[in-house]
């Protein structure tokens, strides 16, 4: 090992650029960063999709495909990475230098068991540990990193675990020879916002155990607002902004920074006001323009933009807080004023709304959704029943905007689609514009279809990739029937509706981004000109930038048209920004219900208490101060007998009743009961001392 | 291969490395981009396997169809200077014991070939389109009974089954015989039509056309049909190859085409006993069957590379 | 899994049963076994004829359908009827059978692991010389009809034995006429007739596990798990070797069942070229010969070899593939 001298950094990255070679011109994902990483720090890589953040990543774990061309210097303890062949690499890979990737299921070999793979990761770097020793320590990673029962759990394979669990199980790899860096690239994107919370807190506790130091890549700014000491903000292959979290989240000089932080919602001010939406979308790495790369999509860009590329340099008097633009010495001074650059846009003119009555069109009663659980090919044989919609009511009025939310598995989506089906439901009723669907013929079931449509979560999966959108778009006016010239003229009008070009009708879904995709969805939601659009998740897929502008859209299209929306979503800031009402879904049963201010201010149900508490805050003095309701374990599933109250094997506020109240959540299924203006299916409201930051 | 292009057919968000290159960044203002048929269609004219399996085809068409025309022999011409004559400037391919130029013979006996394979392999994959895209996407009673039935069918290896039911096309004209090989031919494909319909179902596209109104049978005209298009078309591909190849094995054995029609396989069959001392006989047919195999089998892999670049493209 | 294992055989076997029995329907509709008797000159008097249908348990005037079942339950006497020539078909597949497994187990065994070898060696290797040399032999394989590939080899070991002037190589039949009795000749000589027919069964065999293997290990060299091993701590091709070809064998357990078909398949066309008296041949001359109960007797050995693949396959993929044992 090489000597170490006091105040060398950990991780010292030089001038790192990664380029993919490509036919049709080289692809720059990296280019020239520089940062440090010390001993024991925790800093937070920040970016969006093509960012360049996970490729910097894995270009200092020699992970890179082979087609990749790397250059500059990456000095890990004194030692240059770059110089080692791949031998020399792996003695230091998973020893030193550990790395916990975004998607635990496909992480981890689906053919050994998660002992075996641990052990691997001990064994490779001690040829003296037997296999029972390592087994053993195993079993110790795994209490560590909170996994109940690690004695049988090491035998498990990976699809026997749940995401949750995995992604535990890839932390004690990761941690099994006590590294001095760990990173961790996008580790809980894949998981559910109760899991994240966990896994953070999971990651946290083996930085503590092992002193390594953390390298957190994520584009979500709530966990970095909540768990890095420094930031490093990158865009489209370049470092951008780099500082202490504080620094950066309250006084960012880059207008990339500053436009990215305004476009997110909130879950404690959100809909209170427009979020900010960046135009446009990052160039395209493979022939980037000169000058700054953000210069297009920037609303203070000068001549100069265009032209130099700025560099990281810092700005004012603190030297520890880097940004690369050509003003920011003007935004540091306070002479170009924040909120200047990325100004809030206006809701639509009242003048310009359609009028509404507080009429119900939807209404669905005790809706009830089950399937049978099978097994075996041939001689299917059912073994259960999952109740993924176990008696749901809500209604909505014209005009209005209900949001369902809750994590996977909690009948959320199958809500919906059941819905939109228009047939009777397993039991209870749906009612939309006062017409039961029960009682519909063909003919008039598809007339009453025109009224209600549905936008899906995946741009990309939604529209058929084979039609030009002009025909994706019509679609729903084929089944109802238009004639061809009356469908092409409103084409033409929805594309302009969702702010796309009328021309753009006989191109291909695979030449917009996903961003474009998404309005692509809308318009064709929008087609037969509803009274009701149901979307779901329609903005989980896209970039932070990108999904701004995709709600202020609806918004806008819900207030001109007057459109009622069924909006189903797990990203709690994101119903707040644009729901008036919200359902909070646990196992197929509504567990809270009321006005969205009410029931996020002040959730009453120990379920969305915690979902409230899961939920990151981008905003570091806010993530310093809250405290939190942690759930344990995993969500059950939808096809294991609970009896009673459904969420009591996980509930926080279950461990702290007395025997006689607990009973009563074993023994009584909880009704939704009105309370303080919001209905809450809970015995023990009355005696709920949870405390929500 | 692009990035973007990989996307725009697997239409997945990521290039499978899982790292964050961007998806598809090309700004759609600007230079007209390629529809996914020109996306194929650019990536098959890159490809050498393409333009050599397709001139060899072209070549042998010609061969069959425009060259008894001018070849100055007819098929049962017999040469009466030449008995069993190995290949001379007179007969390129030799002549048969009965004086029958074999250059001859080879063109005429293609010809069948190439017809029976290209009406028997199309034919198979239109079978396998229409069972397994309504066993896939009717589902219940009637997907098991197919899928049932399917099994059933491949017990038996398809050269065992076309034996058992010789009786049936025996004596009967070629024709009869190209619709059995058919019949015995669509199974495997009609199980990943079926299995691709499934999956297509439950894409958010497909819904969404079900929750616009449309019935089972626009749905699969619509969506599903267009989408395993490619697939289809690739098996037509190398179905006709295999369709060429099961009719030479039958006929080589006695069991398809009878005189007066001459195939390869009848032609390999007549020149078999010879083999070894007059190797000139078997030899051509032989030789033909194979570059025309070949031929046929470097097209279709062509284009189900093109189709799917992710089998393909350098991952790691 | 046991459970699971039983209820998939079980569907084999009324597969099995299913096909045999309709083998048995078609053959009895389109052939006439006494099509030879009656073609005689003098023809042979009508009860002797009719003797002879009785016999084979042909009768026309017995229902078909009772005739079928007749056939079916005698199975599980062990008794499948009378050839033509008046054998019992029991005693023909007994002997016909073990010359065609022994064609079948050798070349499926070695063309399998021959072939995965090749598959993962091209992967690896991607796009380099070797990889290449062993694409485009596979695709000439593929173009190559077996029993072309069988005369051909026939051609080139006659050129190769009146080079060296003596039968090193022989070809006809499994074994001699007038092989040497003892124990090591006699397993020479047998060998030495093996060895054509095997060599294009195990080429058209590895040839398909070759590009199979290939495209297993093409899908898996991108995976996730490949480069969580890598960033443990394994070389890159350790991480290949130990994480990579194990994932990429699980597909092949299945392709096994399919590509045993064919192979069945090859091996009949072969048993004919090079006169091996297997099934293959038996059930090819028993349609020429009109032998009804030879040719149903054919199709229940090569239907229950398809169900003894198809539970091997199954078996197998539990083996490799944790995920679907429950």
New interface residues.
């Given amino acids: 090992m090489a000597e170490r001298r006091a105040g060398t950094p950990l991780l010292e990255v030089r001038n790192l650029s990664v380029t993919f070679p490509q036919a049709s011109g080289d692809v720059r994902a990296v280019r020239d960063i520089s940062y440090t990483i010390s001993e024991g720090e925790f800093l937070g890589i920040v970016g969006e999709s093509g960012s360049g953040k996970s490729v910097s990543s894995l270009a200092i774990?020699g992970?890179l495909?082979d087609n990749a061309r790397v250059e500059g210097e990456i000095l890990f303890q004194g030692r240059s990475l770059l110089r080692l062949d791949?031998?020399e690499l792996?003695?230091?890979?998973?020893?030193e230098l550990?790395?916990i990737?975004q998607?635990p299921l496909?992480?981890?070999?689906?053919?050994?068991t998660i002992g075996d793979q641990i052990g691997?990761?001990l064994r490779?770097?001690d040829r003296t540990l037997t296999r029972q020793a390592a087994e053993t320590r195993a079993v110790e990673l795994l209490r560590i990193v909170g996994i109940p029962d690690p004695v049988r759990r090491v035998k498990a394979?990976p699809?026997e675990f749940s995401g949750g669990m995995r992604q535990r199980a890839?932390i004690a790899?990761a941690i099994a020879n006590n590294p001095r860096l760990i990173i961790a690239d996008e580790p809980t994107t894949a998981l559910d916002v109760t899991i994240q919370a966990q896994i953070l807190e999971v990651l946290e506790e083996a930085k503590r155990i092992t002193g390594a130091a953390v390298s957190l890549i994520t584009h979500d700014l709530g966990v970095i607002a909540g768990h890095a000491d420094r930031v490093a903000v990158m865009y489209a292959g370049k470092l951008v902004e780099l500082g202490a979290v504080d620094d950066v989240f309250y006084e960012p000089t880059m207008p990339y920074t500053i436009g990215l932080l305004r476009s997110v919602p909130n879950i404690r001010t959100a809909g209170t006001e427009r979020l900010v939406q960046l135009e446009g979308r990052p160039p395209s790495l493979a022939a980037l323009p000169p000058g700054c790369p953000f210069a297009a999509r920037c609303p203070v860009a000068i001549p100069r933009c265009s032209v130099d590329e700025p560099e990281l340099v810092p700005h004012g008097t603190d030297l520890s807080h880097p940004s690369a633009c050509h003003r920011a010495d003007e935004i540091a001074a306070g002479t170009l004023p924040r909120p200047a650059i990325f100004p809030r846009p206006e809701p639509l003119p009242i003048a310009d709304r359609a009028p509404v009555d507080d009429a119900v069109v939807l209404s669905v009663t005790d809706m009830v959704k089950h399937f049978p659980l099978t097994?075996?090919?041939?001689?299917r044989r059912r073994i259960g029943t999952v109740r993924a919609v176990d008696g749901v009511s809500f209604e909505i009025a014209a005009g209005r905007t209900l949001a369902i939310v809750g994590e996977s598995g909690c009948g959320k989506t199958t809500t919906i689609l059941e819905l939109m089906e228009l047939t009777a439901p397993q039991r209870g009723s749906i009612v939309v514009e006062g017409r039961d669907v029960a009682t519909l013929t063909a003919t008039q079931r598809r007339a009453l279809r025109s009224d209600i449509q549905i936008v899906f979560q995946d741009p990309a999966a939604a529209v058929d990739p084979r039609l030009p959108v002009g025909e994706v778009i019509g679609e729903p006016l084929v089944a109802q029937r238009v004639p061809r010239e009356v469908r092409d003229r409103r084409v033409a009008e929805l594309l302009e509706l969702v702010g796309l070009d009328a021309a753009m009708a006989d191109r291909y879904p695979h030449e917009f981004s996903g961003g474009q995709r998404q309005r692509i969805g809308i318009a064709r939601g929008l087609a037969t000109d509803p009274r009701i659009l149901v979307l779901d998740e329609p903005v989980s897929a896209l970039d932070v930038s990108i999904q701004a502008g995709v709600i202020n859209l609806l918004q806008d299209l819900r207030d001109a048209l007057g459109l009622s929306l069924v909006f189903v979503a797990h990203d709690l800031a994101v119903v707040r920004q644009i729901a008036d009402d919200v359902a909070v879904m646990y196992l197929g049963r509504i567990v809270e219900h009321g006005p969205i201010a009410t029931v996020f201010d002040d959730p009453k149900h120990p379920y969305t208490q915690a979902l409230m508490s899961a939920a990151p805050i981008p905003d570091p003095a806010a993530e310093r101060e809250r405290s939190r309701v942690l759930l344990d374990g995993d969500l059950p599933s939808p096809a294991q007998e609970i009896t009673g109250c459904r969420f009591r094997t996980r509930c926080p506020l279950y461990k702290l009743l007395d025997e006689a109240a607990q009973a009563r959540c074993i023994g009584e299924d909880p009704a939704l009961q009105p309370k303080d203006g919001v209905s809450v299916a809970c015995h023990h409201v009355e005696r709920n001392t949870l405390v929500v930051g | 291969m692009t990035l973007s292009s990989i996307d725009a057919l697997t239409e997945k968000d990521s290039d499978?490395?899982?790292i964050d290159v961007p998806p598809d960044e090309r700004p759609v203002r600007g230079r007209r981009s390629l529809s996914r048929n020109g996306l194929i269609w650019r990536r098959l004219k890159a490809m050498p396997r393409f333009w050599i399996g397709g001139s060899v085809l072209t070549f042998l068409v010609l061969f069959a169809f425009v060259g008894p025309v001018l070849s100055p022999y007819t098929f049962s011409q017999q040469d009466v200077m030449y008995f069993n004559y190995p290949p001379t400037t007179v007969h390129w391919f030799g002549t048969d014991q009965l004086g029958h130029d074999v250059l001859t013979q080879v063109m005429v006996g293609l010809q069948k070939s190439l017809m029976i394979g290209f009406i028997a392999g199309p034919l198979a994959t239109i079978l396998s389109a229409l069972i397994g895209s309504f066993a896939g996407y009717v589902g219940g009673a009637a997907d098991k009974a197919i899928v049932w039935f399917i099994?059933?069918m491949?017990?038996?290896?398809?050269?065992?089954v076309l034996?058992?039911?010789?009786?049936?096309f025996r004596g009967a004209s070629w024709i009869v015989m190209t619709f059995f090989l058919a019949l015995t031919g669509w199974m495997?494909m009609a199980q990943v039509v079926r299995s691709q319909t499934r999956s297509l179902r439950e894409r958010d596209f497909v819904k969404a056309a079900r929750y616009m109104g449309f019935g089972p049978w626009s749905v699969v005209t619509r969506h599903i049909i267009p989408n395993v298009a490619s697939l289809l078309i690739i098996d037509a591909t190398l179905g006709v190859?295999a369709m060429i190849?099961a009719e030479?094995?039958l006929s080589?054995?006695?069991?398809g085409v009878q005189l007066p029609d001459v195939s390869l396989g009848s032609l390999?069959d007549a020149g078999?006993a010879a083999?070894?001392t007059r190797?000139w006989l078997?030899l051509a047919p032989?030789i033909v069957?194979?570059?025309?195999?070949?031929a046929i089998?470097?097209v279709g892999?062509a284009l189900r590379d093109a189709v799917d670049p992710t089998?393909?493209v350098?991952?790691? | 899994m046991i459970v699971?294992l039983l209820?998939?055989v079980l569907?084999y076997s009324i597969?099995?049963a299913?096909?045999s029995s309709l083998?048995y329907v078609?053959?009895s509709l389109?052939?006439n076994p006494v099509h030879d008797l009656e073609s005689r000159h003098p023809r042979p008097p009508q009860h002797v004829i009719d003797n002879k249908l009785d016999l084979l348990g042909a009768n026309p005037d017995v229902p078909l359908i009772e005739r079928t079942w007749t056939w079916f339950i005698n199975i599980f006497h062990g008794d499948l009827g009378l050839t033509v020539s008046n054998h019992p078909v029991t005693d023909q597949l007994i002997t016909r059978g073990g010359v065609s497994l022994q064609l079948l187990l050798v070349g499926s065994i070695i063309g399998a692991i021959l072939g995965v070898i090749l598959g993962v060696w091209g992967a690896v290797r991607?796009?380099r010389a070797s990889d290449q040399v062993v694409t485009y032999a596979s695709?000439?394989i593929?173009?190559?009809?077996?029993?072309?590939m069988g005369?051909?080899l026939?051609?080139a070991a006659?050129q190769f034995n009146n080079a060296i002037g003596t039968q090193l190589i022989t070809f006809s039949g499994q074994f001699s006429a007038d092989a040497p009795t003892d124990f090591w000749g006699n397993l020479g000589d047998r060998l030495s007739h093996l060895l054509l027919p095997t060599i294009v069964l195990i080429l058209g065999a590895a040839a398909s596990y070759s590009r199979y293997q290939r495209?297993a290990m093409?899908?898996v060299?991108?995976?996730?798990?490949?480069?969580?091993?890598?960033?443990?701590?394994?070389?890159?091709s350790s991480a290949l070797v130990r994480?990579g070809v194990?994932?990429a064998l699980?597909p092949m357990s299945t392709f096994f069942a399919?590509s045993f078909?064919?192979l069945?398949?090859g091996a009949?066309?072969l048993e004919?070229v090079f006169s091996w008296h297997g099934m293959g041949e038996q059930?090819?001359q028993s349609?020429?010969t009109s032998d009804i109960n030879s040719?149903a007797g054919a199709?229940l050995f090569?239907?229950v070899l398809?169900?003894c693949s198809s539970t091997l396959s199954e078996v197998l993929y539990a083996a490799?593939?944790?995920?679907v044992r429950?």
């Fill in positions: 774990m992970l495909p791949d031998r792996s003695r230091i890979r998973g020893k550990s790395i990737f998607d496909s992480a981890l070999t689906p053919v050994y691997e990761a490779l770097h394979f699809h890839m790899m097994r075996g090919g041939v001689f | 499978g490395f899982g099994d059933l491949l017990v038996l290896p398809a050269f065992f034996i058992i039911l010789y009786p049936f495997i190859g190849l030479t094995s080589f054995f006695g069991f390999l078999d083999a070894v190797p078997f032989a069957v194979v570059v025309l195999l070949l089998n470097l892999d089998s393909k350098n991952h790691g | 699971y209820r998939r569907n597969l099995t299913v096909v083998a078609l053959a389109t052939l991607q796009y695709y000439l593929f173009a190559t009809p077996t029993f072309v005369i051909l026939m051609i006659t495209n093409l899908d060299l991108g995976a996730d798990y490949i480069r969580t091993a890598r960033a443990k701590g394994r070389t890159r994480h194990r994932v699980i399919y078909g064919t069945i398949a009949t066309l004919l059930a090819v349609i020429q040719i199709t090569v239907s398809i169900l490799l593939d944790p995920r429950r």
